[in-house]
């Protein structure tokens, strides 16, 4: 996987960029680590411009986070509800506790959404939830779109900056990435724990 990014941002175009970004949303593995600090190295090199290379990278991935919302959109909270009860044992979470996530969403969602494209483990699932309360579309895109963009002028910047050593930003903030998705699913299965010995008590 990793080899094969490295090989087509060896060869960046703006298109590319788009699609690799586009791939990061939809296929979350495909790491926006790897192909942004690329993309800004190749802008310190002339090869492409800072402000193509924020836009391409911020169209690709905001069309693939459009694809997420309308599948929020679809579900729908009433199958959301009904398939946390056939099986909200195993992700910790009971109906009651997702219906007030979706009451706090649909106060503070526009943040959420904001911030949350600059947190690994988040980035892409924070547009289902959008799509569960039927945010307005366009206010969607338009705090999706400010995230992204956030995120993508700060691995760019990056990668101009350390140049050739373009790759160690990927390995920096790929390690940071891990420790914040190791640190979810360990709190995921202290959760888990605690449930189950709730209801099992001996």
């Given at each position: 996987m990793f080899e094969w990014i490295r090989q087509i941002t060896e060869s960046l175009s703006?298109?590319?960029?788009?699609?690799?970004?586009?791939?990061?949303?939809?296929?979350?593995?495909?790491?926006?680590?790897?192909?942004?600090?690329?993309?800004?190295?190749?802008?310190r090199s002339g090869e492409m411009s800072f402000w193509g290379v924020l836009i391409a990278g911020t169209v690709g991935s905001l069309?693939?986070?459009?694809?997420?919302?309308?599948?929020?959109?679809?579900l729908g909270e009433d199958r959301l509800y009904?398939?946390?009860?056939?099986?909200?044992?195993?992700?910790?979470?009971?109906r009651s506790e997702a219906e007030n996530?979706?009451?706090?969403?649909?106060?503070?969602?526009?943040?959420?959404?904001?911030?949350?494209?600059?947190?690994?483990?988040?980035?892409t699932l924070i547009s289902v939830p959008a799509g569960f309360v039927?945010?307005?579309?366009?206010?969607f895109v338009a705090y999706t779109t400010l995230g992204t963009a956030a995120w993508n002028v700060l691995l760019a910047w990056l990668g101009w900056l350390w140049r050739d050593n373009y790759e160690q930003v990927g390995d920096v903030v790929g390690w940071i990435s891990m420790a914040v998705v190791a640190g979810m699913l360990?709190?995921?299965?202290?959760?888990?724990v605690r449930r189950n010995v709730s209801l099992n008590p001996s």
């Open positions: 703006y298109w590319s960029l788009a699609l690799l970004m586009f791939l990061e949303n939809v296929f979350p593995p495909i790491p926006s680590e790897i192909v942004m600090p690329a993309a800004g190295f190749a802008a069309i693939g986070t459009t694809l997420w919302y309308f599948a929020g959109r679809l009904q398939w946390i009860e056939r099986h909200g044992k195993w992700i910790t979470v009971r996530a979706v009451a706090w969403f649909r106060d503070w969602g526009a943040g959420a959404v904001f911030f949350g494209r600059m947190v690994p483990g988040v980035r039927k945010m307005s579309f366009w206010r360990l709190w995921w299965l202290i959760r888990l």
